[in-house]
T-cell receptor
Framework: SQTIHQWPATLVQPVGSPLSLECTVEGTSNPNLYWYRQAAGRGLQLLFYSIGIDQISSEVPQNLSASRPQDRQFILSSKKLLLSDSGFYLC????????????FGSGTRLTVV | QKEVEQNSGPLSVPEGAIASLNCTYSDRGSQSFFWYRQYSGKSPELIMSIYSNGDKEDGRFTAQLNKASQYVSLLIRDSQPSDSATYLCAVNAGNQFYFGTGTSLTVIP
């Protein structure tokens, strides 16, 4: 069966520090991968999605970037965090044909101080 | 702009009652529709999917889809306090899904 791992679970970082969040999927190949952010009391905001290695689409202009160094690995990064980057970050995967829905990772609670 | 609209709530129902959650979407080309449940501080989990017009039942949950009206709903029968959560409607479009902002449900014991 497929599983998705996301870490760390919580993170407190000072303004201006770098960020690296990692997500890996097991039990499938060539998944679509997604990064979402959910601010407190708000909906899900799609940040990046990838349909393959070297195929990453950015949905929202910001100081975040994403990379996919391996087929089942998706990394969210920032060189300098802003206070507004605080939120709940969720990685998700779907089959290459997206008909059957997403499965989300357990999420990372990021607080920028 | 593809949109998914939900009433934000909060929706409160007594234990044992039926909770009705509604969702409308703008993209007529959407083919798959989902309901996710999100407990406070946790990630969303998929609870129902529906692909064709009509009703789909799974235990206490029934999803209803009307593509002509661009409307999806979720009924929860015999609501339990453990059903208290935010329910997110999601609709597929191309390589991604569009989510509503969620409806907060509280089941009162």
């Amino acid at each position: 069966s497929q599983t998705i791992h996301q870490w760390p679970a919580t993170l407190v970082q000072p303004v201006g520090s770098p960020l690296s969040l990692e997500c890996t999927v097991e039990g499938t190949s060539n998944p679509n991968l997604y990064w979402y952010r959910q601010a407190a009391g708000r909906g899900l905001q799609l940040l990046f999605y990838s349909i393959g290695i070297d195929q990453i689409s950015s949905e929202v202009p910001q100081n975040l970037s994403a990379s996919r160094p391996q087929d089942r690995q998706f990394i969210l990064s920032s060189k300098k965090l802003l206070l507004s980057d605080s939120g709940f970050y969720l990685c998700a995967w779907s089959e290459a044909v997206t008909f059957y829905g997403y499965t989300f990772g357990s999420g990372t609670r990021l607080t920028v101080v | 702009q593809k949109e998914v609209e939900q009433n934000s709530g909060p929706l409160s129902v007594p234990e044992g009652a039926i909770a009705s959650l509604n969702c409308t979407y703008s993209d007529r080309g959407s083919q798959s529709f989902f309901w996710y449940r999100q407990y406070s501080g946790k990630s969303p989990e998929l609870i129902m999917s529906i692909y064709s017009n009509g009703d789909k039942e799974d235990g206490r949950f029934t999803a209803q889809l009307n593509k002509a009206s661009q409307y999806v709903s979720l009924l929860i029968r015999d609501s339990q306090p453990s059903d208290s959560a935010t329910y997110l409607c999601a609709v597929n479009a191309g390589n991604q899904f569009y989510f509503g902002t969620g409806t907060s449900l509280t089941v009162i014991p």
